[in-house]
């Protein structure tokens, strides 16, 4: 396949600041090598070169999602999907179920996603002798859409030992019928005595998991991701088998969770940077604390109608505060998961005393999330040179719960992409899919908008144009991975990176951007994702 392209005839938004709006782009071995106008871009394209007309379509460079879950993303889509849109009753799970046993043999795993008896005729939970029917030789386990219910069978209630004689585990239920015999229904802690013996996916297994989440990316524009989480040697070496195999589909910065892996990296001398446009080590990782809808979040003051409970640390402050400093003295950018206006004030102390007892120049450290902030914590940011990295996507499913737990008032400055821009302030648009799909346009959408998953509006002093929120998405999520001088701009010399837009996105309102289709995707200049192949 030719990797010479030129697209003409377009909106082509550079995200280029000298050149912010061209209608042609070429791309020769991979690299853009004009952008500029129709005539000129052909020309420097080479007469190979395939020739893409936009008729007036907006392209963009290559989308960057600047925190996600690739390998969870993949194994969700590896799962049995029912959904209420694909399955409406428990004949209709069991046959979703049968269907994958089919492909597997005996003992393996079925594990299923996304079933509502609100939704499904039968108004009930599916029970292990509606499964026992189907499988009977496999255990099977459904999570219902919340993951706060699973449904198992019996093959599966014996591998976790789970008996009429078991007692409920503390914040846990085995449902039972009359006589005291499970279900199959199970609620909260009690999920967990089967999970618990549902085997980790192989290497084989997240590499396809990773091909299938790449897939996904690709068709929502996305050319390059970040995983937000290595732990494992057998992911590290599933992501670079892809790589050698040339079969990675999207461009992935790796942070590596700091407790397993940290001083194997260390010992080996490697540090952020180390790898190739496609696939590179990127910073050290680590959880301060949860979230805004679990109120596990650490908060200054106390969640909304609950006096007592400012959320939780992961582990004792110190211990996380030390931790964070010996990454970054090891030459680590470091990116660290923190939500609450409390674990945001430690990780800024954390990045303060790094740099003062170690000083080291563009660290560009990341505040995962950075949800709930002031603005004296932005000044702060700011100040500090921190990068923060806004769950775009999680103001726009969130925000009802967002509002219950914390208050209006608290979310003032919550993903405030404006305020980031005036105040010159780098921050990357983000998913964290799989906990929200992978979909960029709603986080496009969010940012223009302000407006939620309900339709309703939450501080619109904070929407952005669209050049500010295609930057979020592009050249912020680049600079957060040291990676601006290769992309996230089209630019002579930058990567052939591309998103094509089903249409000007100038025409489109800020409310209608999530449902925005892409038409193809680009990346080094190859068609990676077509939607007119599908
Ligand atoms: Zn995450």
């Given at each position: 396949?030719?990797?010479?392209?030129?697209?003409?005839?377009g909106?082509?938004m550079?995200v280029?600041?000298?050149?912010?709006v061209?209608s042609?782009?070429a791309?020769r071995?991979?690299?853009v090598?004009?952008?500029?106008?129709?005539a000129d871009?052909?020309?420097?394209?080479?007469?190979?070169a395939?020739v893409?007309?936009?008729?007036?379509?907006?392209?963009?460079?290559?989308l960057?999602?600047?925190?996600?879950?690739?390998?969870?993303?993949?194994?969700?889509l590896?799962d049995?999907?029912?959904?209420?849109?694909r399955v409406?009753?428990i004949?209709?799970?069991?046959r979703?179920?049968?269907?994958r046993?089919?492909?597997?043999?005996?003992?393996?795993?079925?594990?299923?996603?996304?079933?509502?008896?609100?939704?499904?005729t039968?108004q009930?939970?599916?029970t292990?002798a509606?499964?026992d029917a189907v499988?009977?030789n496999n255990?099977?386990?459904?999570?219902?859409?919340?993951?706060?219910?699973?449904a198992?069978n019996?093959?599966?209630?014996?591998?976790?030992?789970i008996t009429?004689?078991?007692k409920d585990?503390e914040?846990?239920?085995i449902d039972?019928?009359?006589?005291?015999e499970?279900?199959g229904?199970?609620?909260e802690?009690a999920?967990?005595?089967?999970?618990?013996?549902?085997p980790?996916?192989s290497?084989d297994?997240?590499m396809?998991?990773?091909?299938?989440?790449g897939r996904?990316?690709?068709?929502?524009?996305?050319?390059?991701?970040v995983e937000?989480?290595?732990?494992e040697p057998?992911e590290?070496s599933?992501?670079?088998?892809?790589?050698?195999s040339?079969?990675?589909?999207?461009?992935?910065y790796l942070m590596?969770m700091?407790d397993?892996?940290l001083?194997h990296?260390?010992?080996?001398?490697?540090?952020?940077?180390?790898?190739?446009s496609?696939l590179r080590?990127g910073?050290a990782?680590?959880?301060l604390?949860g979230?805004i809808?679990?109120?596990?979040c650490?908060?200054?003051?106390?969640f909304?109608g609950e006096?007592?409970?400012?959320g939780?640390?992961m582990?004792?402050?110190?211990?996380m505060k030390s931790?964070?400093?010996?990454?970054?003295?090891?030459?680590?950018?470091?990116g660290v998961?923190a939500?609450?206006?409390a674990a945001?004030d430690?990780?800024?102390?954390?990045?303060e005393?790094?740099?003062?007892r170690?000083?080291?120049?563009?660290t560009?450290?990341?505040?995962?999330?950075?949800?709930?902030?002031?603005?004296?914590?932005?000044?702060r940011?700011?100040r500090?040179a921190?990068?923060?990295?806004?769950?775009?996507s999680?103001?726009?499913y969130?925000?009802p719960?967002y509002?219950?737990?914390?208050g209006?008032?608290?979310l003032?400055y919550?993903v405030?992409?404006r305020t980031y821009a005036e105040?010159?302030i780098?921050?990357a648009?983000?998913?964290?899919a799989p906990?929200?799909p992978v979909?960029a346009?709603t986080?496009?959408?969010m940012m223009?908008s302000r407006?939620?998953v309900?339709?309703?509006?939450i501080?619109?002093?904070?929407t952005?144009?669209?050049?500010?929120?295609?930057q979020?998405?592009t050249?912020?999520?680049a600079?957060a991975?040291?990676?601006e001088?290769s992309?996230?701009s089209?630019?002579?010399g930058k990567l052939?990176?591309?998103?094509?837009?089903?249409?000007?996105l100038?025409?489109?309102?800020?409310?209608?951007?999530?449902?925005?289709a892409?038409?193809?995707?680009i990346s080094?200049g190859?068609v990676a994702?077509?939607?007119s192949?599908?």
């Amino acid at each position: 396949m030719s990797s010479d392209v030129v697209l003409i005839n377009g909106h082509v938004m550079t995200v280029d600041p000298i050149n912010p709006v061209a209608s042609a782009v070429a791309i020769r071995a991979g690299r853009v090598v004009h952008v500029g106008s129709d005539a000129d871009a052909r020309a420097a394209a080479g007469p190979r070169a395939e020739v893409i007309d936009l008729r007036g379509r907006t392209a963009t460079p290559g989308l960057n999602d600047a925190h996600a879950h690739p390998m969870s993303v993949g194994q969700a889509l590896l799962d049995v999907d029912i959904t209420p849109e694909r399955v409406g009753s428990i004949e209709g799970i069991g046959r979703a179920v049968k269907a994958r046993l089919n492909g597997s043999g005996p003992g393996n795993w079925i594990i299923g996603r996304g079933y509502d008896q609100a939704r499904m005729t039968d108004q009930r939970h599916p029970t292990r002798a509606d499964l026992d029917a189907v499988a009977p030789n496999n255990p099977v386990f459904l999570y219902r859409a919340c993951h706060h219910i699973v449904a198992v069978n019996s093959a599966a209630l014996k591998l976790a030992g789970i008996t009429a004689s078991t007692k409920d585990p503390e914040g846990g239920t085995i449902d039972r019928d009359e006589h005291g015999e499970p279900t199959g229904v199970l609620r909260e802690s009690a999920i967990g005595l089967v999970h618990d013996h549902i085997p980790a996916p192989s290497e084989d297994s997240i590499m396809r998991a990773l091909e299938l989440a790449g897939r996904a990316f690709l068709r929502t524009g996305v050319t390059s991701t970040v995983e937000a989480g290595i732990r494992e040697p057998k992911e590290m070496s599933a992501y670079q088998r892809l790589r050698q195999s040339d079969s990675l589909p999207v461009r992935t910065y790796l942070m590596m969770m700091i407790d397993e892996t940290l001083e194997h990296m260390a010992g080996l001398g490697i540090r952020t940077g180390f790898g190739d446009s496609w696939l590179r080590i990127g910073p050290a990782k680590l959880f301060l604390d949860g979230s805004i809808g679990g109120r596990t979040c650490r908060m200054r003051q106390p969640f909304e109608g609950e006096a007592e409970n400012v959320g939780l640390w992961m582990e004792p402050p110190d211990v996380m505060k030390s931790k964070v400093i010996k990454a970054h003295s090891l030459g680590f950018q470091v990116g660290v998961h923190a939500i609450g206006d409390a674990a945001i004030d430690l990780i800024l102390d954390a990045y303060e005393e790094a740099q003062a007892r170690y000083p080291r120049q563009d660290t560009r450290h990341r505040i995962e999330h950075c949800s709930i902030v002031d603005f004296a914590t932005i000044r702060r940011i700011k100040r500090i040179a921190a990068v923060p990295i806004p769950g775009t996507s999680f103001m726009y499913y969130f925000t009802p719960a967002y509002l219950q737990n914390v208050g209006a008032q608290r979310l003032r400055y919550s993903v405030c992409m404006r305020t980031y821009a005036e105040q010159d302030i780098i921050a990357a648009a983000s998913t964290d899919a799989p906990v929200v799909p992978v979909s960029a346009t709603t986080g496009l959408g969010m940012m223009m908008s302000r407006t939620d998953v309900n339709g309703d509006e939450i501080w619109t002093e904070e929407t952005v144009d669209l050049e500010t929120a295609v930057q979020a998405y592009t050249w912020n999520g680049a600079y957060a991975s040291f990676e601006e001088h290769s992309k996230g701009s089209l630019e002579n010399g930058k990567l052939g990176d591309v998103c094509v837009f089903e249409t000007d996105l100038r025409q489109v309102a800020p409310k209608e951007m999530k449902d925005v289709a892409i038409d193809l995707t680009i990346s080094e200049g190859r068609v990676a994702y077509d939607r007119s192949v599908g």
